[in-house]
């Protein structure tokens, strides 16, 4: 039978397993697993270097996951299964993953700068300075670079190579050949100084060091290394600041009696209370009580619902009217909040993984370097029988094309980017977000808090003169967004309200200066108002009807407003070629009148209208499957998943934390101009980053060649290679020029 996903018969069904995988340095490490895995048979994996995860679809008659972690492991890879979903108590992350790869850095650096000033300022040579560079780069060659020694290594083993062994070849052969000239050539002795000739000479290089090479490349590689195992830490912060939403403690009802207990302890059926602005415990059905809930955390939807008994609520909904009684129907692993954590998770692994440049590059990059160094001892050994001018010209073709520029080549770029990005409003995750932004042709939008503001305003008053006032007067004393919606309208100096009542269903009523006002319900409209009532339902608004003295005399009006700049940023978006579509859990009316409010066309598709969390998650996939490369901008639990599953997530930072961690570009201004911003900018980023890979590249052509042919000593190869470090480093601080599309 032929092994390989060819093998799995569509009609078995398949287990899924997602494993965790730690030792992958580069995309090739990660391509190198999903071939082992897909090898086995009945298996098939998809294996994602950003995550450090692997999700694999197997049957379990032929395989299983013993066999799945052996493979990984034989690979030289560490893979286990995760631990359990805990949904009652997150448990502590470790307070900083990144503390050994940073001290490992900041020791490596502060060792390595006397060492670079010595070896480059020939005025700081003292007599025996040699020594001392000796004992301050011997750490950092070793100590300070063994993640690439080990990473090169283990891919030795296993026949393959990546940057990481031409990076340890680099720095052995920069340090056993400053070693080999100290102990056993004239660099040892006292008084020695650097040469500074330019050309190689014929029995030259035996009084030379390159301990700066040695030194100085670990360092700028490390700092790259940091950097981007600082952007990866937060793939797994989606799921915990998810789970974090939810209550930790619930009123529960025991023999009448409220006993507060943590969220661990409750069990389906048990009867909790939940008092206005609180949020509900978990999933259940409403037994006692009424009142306003605000699903706007897991639904999208911006005007709270109305619950009494018999309706069903959700946990982490914020309970913003009166008093509930709730008796919980599904707890833990299975309530809707759980189930979101999961779908972030799915979406998260489901990424294909991140090819670098650099990486699939090195594949032919390295074993040529190599090879062209071998062929470079040979041919002097052959022509010239020089033993030390052979030695030297093969250590300057490894030192000339040691890859310190392309180290620098994401990491500076990144810097400088996500630096005025902040400055913008713009907060970019990691280099491996900004490949997505180049290829992007579809923006989905949501609406509540991202196109629109979120928060209800009155936007029209009818009927009587008094209407505003005498509504705000009554409603001043409910928690309603409504309510409050009127009251600001209204403005100060109201009057005073007797006799406050809320009636579910039949709105709020009071007494105001001697009139019995009745505000919201189901209250009969006069023919000269109906129009009012019912255009604003056409236009997803909501009508509040106010009467008085057994009469209706009024209506307000209130919606969710939009957004002043949205209407403009989306004009923009159109303009860096990208489809707008407005996606929302909304119903479709307001949808509808909010996608004209800003431009959009509900009948040209670009209004998707009354989805759930998951069924944004379908949408998202739906448009890939028919080969879209998807973008989303959104702010709410409800946006997450979504924004995981999308190949670029714009979260909104006005949103909710489980939103932000889930996206992989965080909005900080409240606006969809930031959103045209950040798509501009990290487009410019990446443009920056190749051209740095070209230069970086470019230079290795030029230049390993001429260290072959003996133009160039290790140390005048070690100038080069700072040089082009320098132009990587000035190439990217161009991006400090960039600037909003709004100035």
Same mark, same amino acid.
């Given at each position: 039978?032929?092994?390989?996903?060819?093998?799995?018969?569509?009609?078995?069904?398949?287990?899924?397993?997602?494993?965790?995988?730690?030792?992958?340095?580069?995309?090739?490490?990660?391509?190198?697993?999903?071939?082992?895995?897909?090898?086995?048979?009945?298996?098939?994996?998809?294996?994602?270097?950003?995550?450090?995860?692997?999700?694999?679809?197997?049957?379990?008659?032929?395989?299983?996951?013993?066999?799945?972690?052996?493979?990984?492991?034989?690979?030289?890879?560490?893979?286990?299964?995760?631990?359990?979903?805990?949904?009652?108590?997150?448990?502590?992350?470790?307070?900083?993953?990144?503390?050994?790869?940073?001290?490992?850095?900041?020791?490596?650096?502060?060792?390595?700068?006397?060492?670079?000033?010595?070896?480059?300022?020939?005025?700081?040579?003292?007599?025996?300075?040699?020594?001392?560079?000796?004992?301050?780069?011997?750490? *950092?060659?070793?100590?300070?670079?063994?993640?690439?020694?080990?990473?090169?290594?283990?891919?030795?083993?296993?026949?393959?190579?990546?940057?990481?062994?031409?990076?340890?070849?680099?720095?052995?052969?920069?340090?056993?050949?400053?070693?080999?000239?100290?102990?056993?050539?004239?660099?040892?002795?006292?008084?020695?100084?650097?040469?500074?000739?330019?050309?190689?000479?014929?029995?030259?290089?035996?009084?030379?060091?390159?301990?700066?090479?040695?030194?100085?490349?670990?360092?700028?590689?490390?700092?790259?290394?940091?950097?981007?195992?600082?952007?990866?830490?937060?793939?797994?912060?989606?799921?915990?600041?998810?789970?974090?939403?939810?209550?930790?403690?619930?009123?529960?009802?025991?023999?009448?009696?409220?006993?507060?207990?943590?969220?661990?302890?409750?069990?389906?059926?048990?009867?909790?209370?939940?008092?206005?602005?609180?949020?509900?415990?978990?999933?259940?059905?409403?037994?006692?009580?009424?009142?306003?809930?605000?699903?706007?955390?897991?639904?999208?939807?911006?005007?709270?619902?109305?619950?009494?008994?018999?309706?069903?609520?959700?946990?982490?909904?914020?309970?913003?009217?009166?008093?509930?009684?709730?008796?919980?129907?599904?707890?833990?692993?299975?309530?809707?909040?759980?189930?979101?954590?999961?779908?972030?998770?799915?979406?998260?692994?489901?990424?294909?993984?991140?090819?670098?440049?650099?990486?699939?590059?090195?594949?032919?990059?390295?074993?040529?370097?190599?090879?062209?160094?071998?062929?470079?001892?040979?041919?002097?050994?052959?022509?010239?029988?020089? *033993?030390?001018?052979?030695?030297?010209?093969?250590?300057?073709?490894?030192?000339?094309?040691?890859?310190?520029?392309?180290?620098?080549?994401?990491?500076?770029?990144?810097?400088?980017?996500?630096?005025?990005?902040?400055?913008?409003?713009?907060?970019?995750?990691?280099?491996? *977000?900004?490949?997505?932004?180049?290829?992007?042709?579809?923006?989905?939008?949501?609406?509540?808090?991202?196109?629109?503001?979120?928060?209800?305003?009155?936007?029209?008053?009818?009927?009587?003169?008094?209407?505003?006032?005498?509504?705000?007067?009554?409603?001043?004393?409910?928690?309603?967004?409504?309510?409050?919606?009127?009251?600001?309208?209204?403005?100060?100096?109201?009057?005073?309200?007797?006799?406050?009542?809320?009636?579910?269903?039949?709105?709020?009523?009071?007494?105001?200066?001697?009139?019995?006002?009745?505000?919201?319900?189901?209250?009969?409209?006069?023919?000269?108002?109906?129009?009012?009532?019912?255009?604003?339902?056409?236009?997803?608004?909501?009508?509040?009807?106010?009467?008085?003295?057994?009469?209706?005399?009024?209506?307000?009006?209130?919606?969710?407003?939009?957004?002043?700049?949205?209407?403009?940023?989306?004009?923009?978006?159109?303009?860096?070629?990208?489809?707008?579509?407005?996606?929302?859990?909304?119903?479709?009316?307001?949808?509808?009148?909010?996608?004209?409010?800003?431009?959009?066309?509900?009948?040209?598709?670009?209004?998707?209208?009354?989805?759930?969390?998951?069924?944004?998650?379908?949408?998202?996939?739906?448009?890939?499957?028919?080969?879209?490369?998807?973008?989303?901008?959104?702010?709410?639990?409800?946006?997450?998943?979504?924004?995981?599953?999308?190949?670029?997530?714009?979260?909104?930072?006005?949103?909710?934390?489980?939103?932000?961690?889930?996206?992989?570009?965080?909005?900080?201004?409240?606006?969809?101009?930031?959103?045209?911003?950040?798509?501009?900018?990290?487009?410019?980023?990446?443009?920056?980053?190749?051209?740095?890979?070209?230069?970086?590249?470019?230079?290795? *052509?030029?230049?390993?060649?001429?260290?072959?042919?003996?133009?160039?000593?290790?140390?005048?190869?070690?100038?080069?290679?700072?040089?082009?470090?320098?132009?990587?480093?000035?190439?990217?601080?161009?991006?400090?020029?960039?600037?909003?599309?709004?100035?």
């Amino acid at each position: 039978m032929t092994a390989g996903p060819e093998a799995v018969r569509p009609e078995v069904p398949l287990d899924e397993v997602r494993l965790d995988i730690a030792g992958m340095t580069c995309a090739s490490c990660a391509n190198r697993i999903e071939r082992k895995l897909n090898k086995l048979d009945g298996v098939q994996a998809s294996v994602n270097y950003a995550t450090e995860a692997a999700t694999v679809r197997f049957d379990p008659a032929r395989v299983g996951t013993d066999r799945l972690l052996a493979t990984v492991e034989a690979a030289g890879y560490v893979a286990t299964l995760p631990a359990p979903p805990q949904v009652e108590e997150v448990p502590d992350q470790a307070p900083d993953p990144e503390a050994g790869l940073r001290q490992r850095l900041l020791v490596s650096a502060v060792l390595a700068l006397p060492v670079l000033l010595l070896s480059m300022v020939p005025a700081l040579q003292f007599e025996n300075w040699q020594w001392l560079a000796l004992t301050l780069a011997s750490p *950092v060659a070793v100590w300070g670079a063994w993640p690439f020694h080990r990473a090169a290594v283990v891919n030795a083993r296993h026949g393959a190579s990546t940057m990481d062994t031409l990076v340890s070849i680099g720095i052995a052969a920069a340090y056993l050949w400053s070693l080999w000239a100290l102990f056993l050539g004239d660099a040892g002795m006292s008084g020695m100084t650097m040469s500074s000739t330019l050309l190689p000479e014929q029995g030259g290089g035996a009084d030379e060091l390159y301990l700066e090479v040695a030194a100085a490349v670990p360092v700028f590689l490390l700092a790259g290394r940091y950097a981007e195992a600082r952007a990866k830490r937060r793939s797994g912060a989606a799921v915990r600041a998810l789970l974090e939403l939810g209550a930790k403690d619930a009123a529960v009802l025991r023999g009448g009696v409220e006993v507060w207990v943590p969220i661990s302890d409750l069990a389906v059926g048990d009867r909790f209370v939940v008092r206005p602005g609180e949020k509900v415990a978990t999933d259940g059905v409403v037994v006692g009580g009424s009142s306003a809930v605000d699903l706007s955390m897991i639904t999208g939807e911006s005007v709270p619902v109305e619950v009494a008994v018999g309706d069903r609520v959700t946990g982490a909904t914020v309970n913003v009217g009166g008093r509930l009684v709730v008796e919980a129907t599904r707890v833990g692993a299975e309530t809707t909040l759980a189930q979101l954590g999961r779908l972030v998770t799915q979406a998260q692994s489901g990424k294909a993984p991140v090819q670098r440049l650099a990486d699939r590059v090195s594949a032919v990059f390295v074993p040529v370097v190599l090879l062209i160094a071998v062929g470079t001892l040979v041919a002097w050994l052959l022509v010239t029988g020089d *033993v030390t001018a052979a030695f030297t010209a093969a250590v300057a073709v490894l030192v000339i094309a040691c890859p310190c520029a392309l180290g620098l080549a994401t990491p500076t770029a990144l810097l400088v980017g996500t630096g005025r990005g902040a400055q913008l409003g713009v907060l970019i995750k990691g280099p491996e *977000v900004l490949e997505s932004t180049r290829t992007v042709d579809t923006v989905l939008l949501d609406k509540t808090g991202t196109v629109t503001t979120g928060g209800m305003s009155v936007v029209e008053v009818a009927g009587d003169p008094a209407t505003l006032r005498l509504a705000a007067a009554v409603e001043a004393g409910s928690e309603h967004p409504i309510a409050r919606a009127i009251v600001v309208a209204a403005g100060s100096g109201l009057p005073e309200v007797v006799g406050f009542a809320n009636r579910p269903g039949l709105g709020v009523t009071g007494t105001v200066e001697g009139h019995a006002v009745v505000v919201g319900g189901d209250q009969p409209l006069p023919e000269r108002l109906a129009p009012v009532a019912e255009a604003a339902e056409a236009a997803g608004r909501t009508a509040v009807p106010v009467g008085w003295d057994g009469e209706v005399r009024g209506v307000v009006v209130v919606a969710d407003t939009v957004k002043p700049t949205s209407a403009a940023a989306i004009e923009r978006l159109r303009g860096l070629g990208l489809t707008p579509v407005l996606l929302t859990g909304d119903n479709p009316g307001a949808a509808r009148a909010v996608a004209r409010s800003v431009g959009l066309d509900p009948d040209r598709g670009e209004v998707v209208a009354g989805v759930l969390p998951a069924g944004k998650v379908d949408v998202v996939r739906d448009l890939q499957t028919r080969g879209r490369v998807v973008a989303m901008v959104g702010d709410g639990v409800n946006d997450a998943p979504a924004l995981a599953q999308a190949d670029l997530g714009l979260a909104m930072g006005s949103g909710t934390d489980v939103a932000i961690e889930a996206g992989d570009l965080t909005l900080v201004r409240p606006d969809l101009d930031a959103a045209v911003d950040a798509i501009r900018l990290s487009r410019r980023t990446l443009a920056v980053i190749k051209g740095n890979l070209f230069w970086a590249f470019a230079y290795n *052509v030029a230049l390993v060649p001429l260290a072959a042919l003996g133009f160039l000593n290790p140390l005048l190869a070690g100038l080069a290679m700072a040089a082009s470090s320098v132009l990587v480093v000035t190439n990217s601080l161009r991006l400090r020029r960039f600037r909003s599309a709004t100035a």
